[in-house]
């Protein structure tokens, strides 16, 4: 795009701004050392009947047992708890189990957490220290953003920035008190009436597409940065997945007479399974942005209505869009895409990048 929108240059705005405040936390990593797991958007409302958390508890908590024995980094990536609903307490209290798996990650230093626009109140340290401290067993610390440059071989891949991705919006980060106040006052009181959502990035496609494509732009003119963010409550995986290793597989498997028929039946499935996801879902991205480069990831959120819950693991030198349960309801992940950290960092220098739309 030649000349950007309005709302692009805010969001642009408010992303740039968090990713300077995040040059005093800088740290160095390289790509073998990082163990991330990436969960944002639980909205943790207090069990009431917008809560939407209470279908996804079950698989955040078998996620978390999990990473805790892998020993993952835990990163909640903001809008942990649903604010904009009142009931600070209840929200905060409301699921024990989880909180207890996430107090052990703190405990053992596995612990970052963000702030979002529904939980904003923890940009307060007051706050954080009354509320939230009791319950994670001690001092700690909320972030709006972090920044993790990559080193391979005494040089410097790229930057890893993490942040919700709300920065910018008009209600949500410019005005948030005001947003907050009118969430509290009509908006969520309406919702409880009617059964309606809201309409945010979160429930509008045409608003989330709008706001992917202004996180999108911003990542892709920053020089050998990758943003990771949440907000919009759905995965962004920029890149062409595992479709090829599905594909190489496929074919081996198919000259192996100890494979059978049925497995192979099954591996053809997946393959076209997520071939058709991606082409379903090529409105997520203008036409006109292409070709994409991986800049920009999304871990979906921690509340979807169906009980499962997607984020994104930075381990083994790979990126993972997983999703908890697996296609069989069983408590393990299923990996719907995956990239190795160098080849995203390649592509992102050379501006280089298949022309893929979101997962």
């Not at 805790?68 to 009931?87: P, R």
């Not at 106040?181 to 989330?208: C, E, I, M, S």
Request: hydrophobic content about 35%.
């Amino acid at each position: 795009m030649a000349e950007r929108t309005r709302y692009q240059r805010n969001i642009a705005g408010g992303l740039q701004r968090a990713f300077s405040s995040a040059a005093s936390r800088e740290c160095d990593r390289a790509p073998g050392d990082i163990r991330y797991i990436v969960f944002s958007d639980h909205h943790r409302g207090g069990r009431a009947s917008t809560d939407d958390f209470r279908l996804c508890e079950r698989a955040y908590v078998a996620a978390l047992g999990y990473y805790l024995e892998k020993g993952f980094t835990l990163l909640a990536l903001g809008d942990v708890e649903e604010l904009w609903a009142g009931h600070i307490d209840r929200a905060v209290a409301s699921y024990p189990a989880a909180v207890e798996l996430e107090r052990e990650f703190h405990i053992q230093n596995r612990y970052v957490r963000f702030f979002g626009n529904h939980d904003d109140l923890w940009s307060s340290p007051h706050e954080v220290e009354r509320h939230l401290a009791p319950k994670y067993g001690g001092e700690l610390e909320v972030l709006e953003s972090m920044r993790v440059r990559i080193l391979n071989d005494g040089g410097q891949l790229g930057t890893l920035f993490f942040t919700h991705g709300h920065q910018g919006e008009f209600w949500s980060d410019r005005h948030g008190w005001l947003g907050r106040w009118g969430a509290q006052k009509f908006l969520h009181p309406y919702k409880r009436l009617t059964r309606t959502p809201a309409v945010t990035p979160a429930t509008d496609n045409r608003l989330r597409k709008r706001h992917n494509i202004a996180m999108y732009l911003w990542a892709a003119r920053m020089e050998r940065v990758v943003l990771i963010a949440g907000h919009t409550h759905k995965p962004v995986f920029l890149t062409e997945g595992n479709t090829e290793d599905l594909a190489d597989r496929l074919d081996e498997r198919r000259g192996d007479p100890a494979v059978s028929e049925d497995e192979i039946a099954r591996d053809r499935a997946e393959l076209e399974w997520i071939r058709a996801q991606q082409r379903l879902r090529c409105y997520e991205v203008e036409e006109e942005l292409r070709p994409l480069k991986p800049c920009y990831f999304n871990a979906g959120c921690c509340s979807f209505r169906d009980g499962d819950v997607t984020g994104l693991e930075i381990a083994e030198g790979q990126v993972r869009l997983v999703r908890w349960p697996d296609d069989h309801k069983r408590p393990i992940p299923k990996v719907l895409a995956e990239v190795g950290l160098k080849d995203v960092f390649t592509q992102v220098a050379t501006g280089d990048g298949n022309p893929v739309p979101c997962v």
